[in-house]
């Protein structure tokens, strides 16, 4: 059974792939992925407020995790389409606007990405699109209204080409609303655009609108929330994401709703590029694009990314932090000498998601913590206040103040080790002042005191890690060596099961070949083989007690039971079971002609499949398709 992380690994590896559509690119982000899950805070120390009923959803780890796969693959996704000397095709395009879509309108509520689904990716009107939410949201009074609607649509719009620029274009159609310009063949796209909702649904969450859904017959009892806490909502939105991304979710609950079903509504955004080539003429020699879904990763490279992922925690685990750099987007917003203060503060950027805490060590630069940003529905960062632990012991307390511009971040650092928080406070203080009052003796003693007890203190604690760090080395060198002999040994493992494999099949063909040879060999010729015919008279059902004695030769590799009964071509085939005296099934022989063996039901069995006690032979026969038990019959074989 695979581990969590496992799991979780192979989920973030098969989106990032569907997106790219590249095995090596795909393990990149995954891990990238991943490295941060570990590191991020999925729970606030404290919330400040909430203004009225919340309307966001506050993801779970794995739902964070699919974020996060979203957030790292972006960078990848506009470098390929400013790749000006070979551009994406249309196809690649279009999973990088479907992704874009589910990732912003997911960040707010289900609402959004209602609207998103049904006005930007379908041709559903305003009020048909309000009468979906309502079904999905099973509550009429928190259904806006649709200017609400017609305003939020023209924000993701904003959005959307904001992220796309030229690549998308925008018309006027009826009563002057605006709209990306179509593709004039949409129906070349319907099996592509259901497999980009199926990858961009919430991983790992069940279909909650049932297969004959109609609104009139009944509500949908998992997508209604009746508590009062906005936190026991959570599950109850996910179950909302699904209904809307999961395309036969949507295609269920909008022909429930009696509208068109969503393969006569598609309307995709055509893409225009500097060069056509990428797009349609690459379509027209690719009309079919590869699996997007095959790729999987093999033990190999699953071990390489859990050492990893390992090594990365143990550097956290014994680092002492200096330098602290604050990262967002790939951009450099500040940096925090902890040697010389506690405490920094710098601007959000727009729609920034994420917040990395960086530092550097003798092996590179190392993440440290990752600080998720909430947004409010109207895209807004939400006032936070986190307190994350490091896995060196350290404390960092984030608080996020919106402001009229954007969000102000404020981090403050708290040394929780005592010789480390010792030295810091020694090295934050103003030595050249006290320099000049060295001349007093009694402070002038104070000032050796304190420097020779952390002297020794920093001395001590450079032994406690350097022996720390031997004993992690000497730990890496056996993992190391167990993980080559447990490799080995599977490998040898699995060698000597397909010879075995290989030598069962072997000997079960020619089991098999003898079978139909002996169908049709007299019993005379049976000497000229080598093996033994026992005839066995079928007469009434015996017991245990009364079993038929059968003795085999000792040299005799194959046996022959010649089986009699009355009226043997009273049905046109048979089989024969034989069963341990457990009455588990040992071998099964089908399709036994009585007209090839003068009216008898040979049956050829080998040696090396039975040991000296009871048996039972189970006799089955076939006449116009139906099977009929005719009885049971107990056998004891002696090898000699």
Request: glycine residues 4%; proline residues 4%.
């Amino acid at each position: 059974m695979e581990t969590l992380k496992d799991e979780l690994l192979n989920l973030a590896f098969q989106l990032a792939h569907f997106i790219h559509n590249d095995k090596e690119l795909a393990k990149r982000i995954a891990v990238a992925a991943l490295e941060k899950l570990e590191t991020a805070a999925l729970a606030q120390d404290k919330r400040l407020y909430y203004p009225g009923r919340r309307n966001k959803v506050s993801m779970t780890e794995l739902h964070l995790l699919q974020r996060l796969v979203y957030a790292e693959s972006e960078p990848h996704e506009r470098a390929r389409e400013e790749h000006t000397g070979a551009p994406p095709n249309e196809e690649a395009l279009l999973i990088h606007f479907i992704k874009h879509l589910a990732k912003i309108t997911a960040r707010r509520n289900a609402m959004h990405v209602t609207l998103g689904v049904s006005r930007l990716l379908h041709q559903y009107t305003t009020p048909e699109t309000t009468e979906i939410y309502n079904a999905v949201v099973q509550d009429p009074a928190r259904v806006p209204s649709e200017d609400y609607f017609r305003s939020r649509k023209k924000t993701l719009m904003e959005e959307l080409k904001k992220r796309f620029g030229t690549l998308l274009n925008t018309t006027r159609v009826t009563r002057g609303e605006e709209r990306f310009v179509a593709h004039p063949q949409p129906e070349r796209f319907i099996d592509l655009t259901r497999e980009c909702l199926n990858a961009f649904t919430p991983w790992l969450t069940a279909c909650c609108v049932p297969a004959k859904f109609a609104l009139a017959e009944g509500s949908l009892n998992n997508l209604a929330f009746h508590g009062g806490d906005p936190d026991a909502e959570h599950s109850i939105e996910i179950n909302r994401f699904h209904a809307i991304l999961h395309p036969t979710c949507f295609e269920r609950l909008v022909t429930g709703l009696g509208y068109a079903a969503p393969v006569t509504r598609l309307e995709i955004p055509r893409f225009f590029l500097s060069s056509q080539t990428g797009s349609d003429e690459g379509d027209e020699q690719n009309p079919h694009p590869p699996n997007r879904t095959s790729a999987k990763l093999d033990d190999e490279e699953r071990n390489t990314i859990r050492r990893y992922l390992s090594d990365q925690s143990r550097r956290r685990k014994y680092l002492s932090a200096g330098l602290l750099l604050f990262v967002a987007d790939g951009e450099l917003l500040a940096q925090l000498d902890t040697q010389q203060n506690n405490c920094a503060e710098f601007t959000l950027p727009d729609h920034a998601e994420f917040v990395e805490v960086r530092t550097r060590d003798d092996q590179g630069e190392l993440l440290l913590a990752t600080q998720p940003v909430l947004y409010d529905v109207e895209d807004q960062p939400q006032a936070q206040r986190t307190r994350i632990v490091l896995e060196g012991g350290q404390r960092l307390s984030f608080e996020i103040t919106p402001t009229k511009e954007g969000a102000t971040v404020t981090v403050s650092y708290t040394e929780t080790n005592r010789v480390q928080a010792l030295q810091l406070w020694w090295q934050r203080q103003n030595l050249s002042a006290m320099r000049g009052l060295l001349w007093q003796p009694a402070l002038g003693l104070l000032l050796l005191a304190v420097s020779t007890t952390l002297g020794w203190l920093l001395y001590r604690e450079h032994q406690v890690k350097q022996r720390a760090q031997a004993e992690l080395a000497q730990t890496q060198t056996r993992q190391q060596s167990a993980e080559a002999q447990f490799n080995q040994l599977a490998q040898q493992t699995q060698a000597q099961l397909e010879q075995e494999r290989a030598q069962r099949q072997a000997a079960e063909t020619k089991l098999q070949q003898l079978q139909t040879q002996l169908e049709r060999r007299p019993e005379t010729q049976l000497a000229q083989l080598n093996i033994p015919a026992i005839s066995l008279r079928l007469t009434a059902e015996k017991g245990v007690a009364d079993a038929s004695e059968i003795s085999v030769p000792a040299q005799a590799k194959y046996f022959l039971l010649s089986l009699e009964r009355g009226n043997p071509r009273e049905y046109t085939r048979y089989t024969v079971e034989v069963l341990d005296a457990r009455k588990r099934l040992v071998k099964r022989i089908d399709g036994i002609d009585p007209r090839l063996a003068n009216n008898r039901l040979n049956v050829l069995l080998r040696c090396a499949d039975f040991s000296n006690g009871q048996y039972w032979l189970r006799l089955s026969g076939h006449k116009g398709g139906a099977q009929t038990e005719l009885g049971e019959y107990a056998i004891a074989l002696q090898f000699e």
